[in-house]
């Protein structure tokens, strides 16, 4: 017998919002192993909690992962667009930065609230958020 379809939808009641993020979380990353291993791809995962958590696994390094789509974006990008080289690699790179920097920023910030649980702000923390 199969499971029940469930509506789509936003989950209101924040215990079961966080045992459905857990749950899922651990479904996605399994898969993605999974895939990883069955399909011998190169998969990247980050997740972000809606209070600001970060979550990743990648088969590689997640680095060398956001390195490889950037350069794969940057492929796709000079055949759709006839952009000028240093146009793309200019994008891409502030596109790649960027994300790294959010994450190294929350990343960052996760580690410092579970070393600093009780406190709420720090007074570096402008420099991280």
């Not at 936003?10 to 898969?31: A, C, H, P």
């Not at 995962?45 to 956001?66: A, D, M, N």
């Amino acid at each position: 017998m199969g499971r029940g379809k469930i509506e789509i939808k936003k989950i209101e009641n924040l215990n079961s919002k966080q045992v459905t993020f857990s749950k899922r979380q651990n479904g996605l990353l399994k898969k993605a192993k999974e895939l990883s291993i069955l399909c011998d791809a190169e998969v990247g995962v980050i997740i972000f909690s809606s209070s600001g958590k970060v979550y990743q696994w990648s088969s590689t390094s997640i680095e060398y992962t956001l390195s490889r789509y950037s350069k794969g974006m940057e492929e796709d990008h000079s055949q759709e667009h006839p952009f000028d080289e240093q146009q793309v690699e200019k994008l891409q790179g502030i596109e790649v930065n960027t994300m790294k920097q959010e994450y190294l920023r929350l990343h960052t910030a996760y580690i410092v609230q579970l070393i600093y649980p009780s406190q709420k702000r720090f007074p570096y923390e402008s420099h991280i958020t």
